[in-house]
């Protein structure tokens, strides 16, 4: 089945073959047994837990709050890609440096973090307050929440591609009489745009998972700020196992559809 | 050459890790307000057990919401006892794995509940907001904290002391539900357990009023210093059995089946409901109970039993998916 | 990165000063927003009380068995993971076949799995209910509630770390120069070691240390298979959330600031193998 490039180079048997059992054994089997679990469902019983009020609520909250929690990163995310690639200035190395810190919190301390900041009583919430802004137990504070874990992501995926334009490019075309945003639209959009789809959907599909860092903040009230992990804890602290799984195989399907779009996405832009 | 080294150090400590339990070694399972006091109690039971023994016995213990912990033992946690927030969470544990036999409530007196506790409220310092008893709740302005009743078990014990005093006040089931549907819109936070809820108010200062464990209402005042918040006891409650039993299967298999059944005898003997007293549960021992009669204010107190008729019926009635307390939710 | 901010830049393309200036300011603004105050917090808080309460919090014995744990469960997952990710990458990059889109969606996917069901799925199978669940009592091995379960945790949600790093820097790497090697008579491990490995040294690392960050640091997957015994299944950050839950926020915070500076160890060692990696490139190129 394979078509070598190369056919000197040596291993390709070895690789793969170690590659997909090290794979199946680690994630395919054990995922597996959540589609095994929830076969003991019918369809039409699978159909009605997905489709349940409450998880249809959960699913919009989760979905809609990782979409915009997304799209927020997809701008900071470009601008702090655009001036730690473009610009020095005091502290660029720092920033640099720490942009990666929300991967190595441990979510559940970036979660109490978070809620110490933007609760009512908090350093920041306590400011909002007297302005009537709520952050912290509304869907706004999950979107915080999620800003801050998934923000190394569109970074990550955009500063170097930024950092491989020539810069020749866009002197040209500022020379030619562009304007800076049109130069950001003819030249620099087309070249970040693959990285920077790729940052929003690992964003995007971080954020719908979370749990850990989105649960001390969230306030977890049914129908308006429970996230679909909670409600896959709820249901198993029910002993509820096939509702629990079901849902998780939703969630699953989504990922892998959602993944595999950027995938191809990705070849399809890097072949022609 | 360090990772590996490192990983064959990791590796090795893992392997000793292993079989490493072979000193009498309980676990006990338990919920989340009880943290303090088998911390303390296991100290005592260790030193009880030694003096009357000779032998050495180390008692750990895993917290976490009465639900998920039930949960934890069916899939294979192997606690040799559990003490869990109410009957019903045993008694799954009980039907679903059959690691103890169905009437295991009967096999230690008082229903297997050592010691009680019930509802309170806490409110903050002066009680700004004049509340006295459950009626105060649904007034205008006021924001009430509890736990998720789905995920913990105090929050059903909540749940059922507010629905047994407005159905005493209001007569029917229909306006009892009423009630509970009014109580539930003024909650801003539903924590997934107890403990999440006392912080919830206690440090994020979210609410007017947390409806709580008595004892844990205690312990917050008392971790707080004592002045800033108020305990307010309502008019009527519910008297909370959060039972104990052996898990007999795992304690067999382990050997520990003697050691277990000790370690729950001894929270009925005079050291350990003083033990259970101090840390703000009710003895049911009388002479324990006379001494700490000042702690514990007298009010009306209904049972799961009389007023639910038990855990069996009141669990599927009012938690279950699609239960009244779904409904509260869902009518939205 | 680049040093693109020489006097002799054109000032068509560093644009206006005004812009330059909003844009490092909004940057900042980002920075201490979203990353500096959530720090702030966690240290002001651990050292509300000053370092003597910092540092009992952080050698008591609960506290020193879950670093040890959670540094086992690292120690394990890393090397695991590191010749999973060489191997991954290896017939990522250097072959076509079909079904390759495929096989790195998978290998992305622990990436986007929630955490609560990394943990679920191996209840599920390992759980005294779950499909082996019986066959392992039987023999008397416990997996879940016990270390393998929370290595196996730990392995699953930093699975795709090294590979993701390595897939994208050995496509552009292309084959040449393992394609001389070859046909200069070196043999297959020989080409490894002494060509590719080196070629990849830096980005391996990078790889490495995200990995390592994720693993001290996941909460989700492994408090679903932990059984959270005090003493002997708690990691490093469920102690800090057991430490919040007991009103003891001083520890919880000292043993999360802990963690916070493993953290930025490891970020530190991230920014210098960066660097190398930059200054290799250009090397590369330039040769």
Not at chain 2, 38 to 45: D, G, I, K, L, W
Not at chain 2, 123 to 146: C, M
Not at chain 2, 301 to 327: H, Y
Not at chain 3, 233 to 253: D, G, K, R, S
């Amino acid at each position: 089945m394979s078509r070598r490039t190369s056919p000197v180079i040596p291993g390709f048997g070895l690789t793969l073959g170690y590659t997909i059992v090290y794979l199946s054994l680690l994630v395919l089997i054990p995922l597996g047994a959540m589609f095994v679990h929830a076969a003991q469902l019918t369809w039409d019983q699978f159909w009605g837990i997905i489709t349940a009020p409450r998880v249809l609520a959960a699913l919009r909250l989760s979905f809609g709050t990782a979409f915009a929690s997304a799209v927020i990163n997809s701008v900071i995310g470009v601008l702090l890609a655009w001036v730690l690639v473009r610009y020095t200035f005091p502290g660029r190395k720092i920033i640099d440096a720490m942009i990666d810190l929300p991967f190595a919190l441990p979510t559940a301390v970036a979660g109490i973090a978070l809620t110490a900041l933007y609760a009512p009583a908090g350093l920041i919430g306590s400011l909002l307050q007297p302005l009537g802004i709520k952050i912290a137990f509304t869907p706004l504070g999950i979107t915080l929440a999620l800003v801050f874990v998934t923000l190394p992501f569109v970074v990550r995926t955009v500063q170097p591609v930024l950092a491989d334009i020539p810069k020749e490019i866009e002197e040209a075309a500022a020379c030619l009489g562009a304007k800076p945003l049109q130069v950001f639209r003819y030249v620099l959009l087309p070249a970040i745009l693959p990285a920077w789809l790729t940052g929003f959907a690992l964003a995007f599909a971080r954020g719908v998972g979370e749990y850990g860092s989105v649960i001390f903040i969230a306030g977890n009230m049914p129908m308006k700020t429970e996230i679909l992990p909670l409600l896959i804890m709820v249901k198993l602290d029910q002993y509820d196992y096939t509702g629990a799984t079901a849902i998780g195989v939703m969630m699953l399907v989504v990922s892998f559809i959602l993944l595999l779009g950027i995938n191809l996405l990705q070849r399809r832009i890097e072949h022609p | 050459m360090f990772i590996r080294r490192f990983a064959l150090a990791a590796l090795a400590g893992v392997l000793i890790a292993g079989p490493a339990a072979a000193a009498t070694e309980l676990l006990n399972v338990s919920y989340d307000p009880t943290r303090e006091l088998y911390q303390e109690y296991n100290a005592a039971f260790a030193k009880h057990w030694k003096s009357e023994t000779g032998e050495e016995v180390t008692v750990k213990n895993s917290h976490g919401g009465s639900g998920k912990q039930g949960r934890s033992v069916i899939d294979g946690l192997r606690a040799d006892v559990v003490t869990l927030a109410l009957a019903g969470d045993i008694d799954q544990i009980s039907s679903r794995s059959k690691l103890l036999p169905d009437n295991w409530q009967t096999r230690l007196p008082d229903n297997s509940t050592p010691y009680t506790s019930t509802i309170v409220f806490l409110v903050r310092k002066g009680n700004p907001k004049g509340i006295h008893d459950w009626a105060d709740l649904t007034k205008e302005g006021v924001e009430v904290i509890t736990p998720n009743p789905k995920t913990s078990g105090g929050a059903r014990w909540n749940f059922l002391a507010a629905w047994a005093w407005a159905k005493k006040e209001y007569g029917s089931d229909e306006k009892a539900q009423a009630y509970v549907h009014d109580l539930y819109k003024r909650v801003p936070v539903l924590d997934t357990g107890a403990r999440g809820s006392t912080i919830t108010f206690v440090n994020n200062q979210l609410g007017d009023v947390l409806i709580a464990w008595e004892n844990e209402a205690f312990l917050a005042k008392k971790e707080q210093g004592g002045d800033q918040l108020e305990i307010i006891v309502p008019s009527l409650s519910i008297l909370a059995e959060p039972p104990v039993a052996v898990v007999d299967k795992v304690a067999d298999r382990k050997g520990t089946r003697k050691v277990a059944e000790a370690y729950l005898q001894y929270l009925y003997s005079e050291e350990g409901q003083r033990i259970a007293a101090r840390n703000f549960y009710r003895p049911r021992n009388e002479k324990v109970a006379a001494e700490f009669a000042q702690q514990f204010p007298k009010l009306e107190l209904v049972t799961i039993d009389s007023a639910f008729d038990g855990w069996k019926s009141a669990q599927p009635k009012f938690f279950n998916d699609g239960g009244i307390f779904d409904q509260i939710y869902q009518g939205h | 990165m680049s040093t693109s901010n020489l006097p002799s830049l054109s000032a068509a393309r560093r644009g206006s000063p005004w812009g330059r200036r909003i844009l490092i300011t909004a940057t900042w603004i980002v920075f201490t927003l979203f990353l500096l105050l959530p720090l702030y917090i966690v240290l002001s808080e651990a050292l509300k009380e000053g370092f003597g309460t910092f540092f009992s919090a952080i050698i008591e014995p609960d506290a020193l068995s879950a670093l040890k744990l959670t540094l086992i469960a690292t120690g394990i997952s890393l090397p695991l993971n590191v010749v999973f990710g060489v191997a991954a990458a290896w017939c990522v990059s250097k072959y076509e076949f079909r079904g390759k889109s495929i096989l790195v969606t998978l290998i992305d996917l622990p990436f986007s799995v929630s955490p609560v069901i990394a943990g679920l799925v191996y209840v599920l199978l390992f759980g005294a209910q779950g499909l082996l669940g019986p066959w392992l009592q039987d023999h008397d091995i416990q997996i879940v509630f016990a270390v393998p379960g929370i290595v196996l945790a730990t392995l699953f949600v930093t699975f795709p770390f090294v590979a993701r790093e390595l897939i994208p820097l050995m496509q552009e790497q292309g084959t040449q120069e393992e394609e001389a090697a070859r046909l200069l008579g070196a043999s297959g491990w020989q080409m490894f070691w002494h060509v590719t490995l080196p070629n990849i040294k830096w980005g391996l690392i990078y790889g490495v240390v995200l990995c390592n960050a994720r693993a001290m640091g996941e909460f989700g997957a492994v408090s679903v298979v932990s059984g959270h015994i005090r003493g002997v299944t708690n990691t490093l950050p469920l102690h800090v959330e057991i430490l919040y839950n007991e009103y003891n926020h001083v520890a919880a915070f000292s043993v999360a600031s802990l963690l916070l500076a493993l953290a930025l160890l490891t970020l530190l060692f991230k920014q210098w193998s960066e660097s190398r990696l930059t200054s290799q490139n250009s090397t590369r190129e330039t040769h």
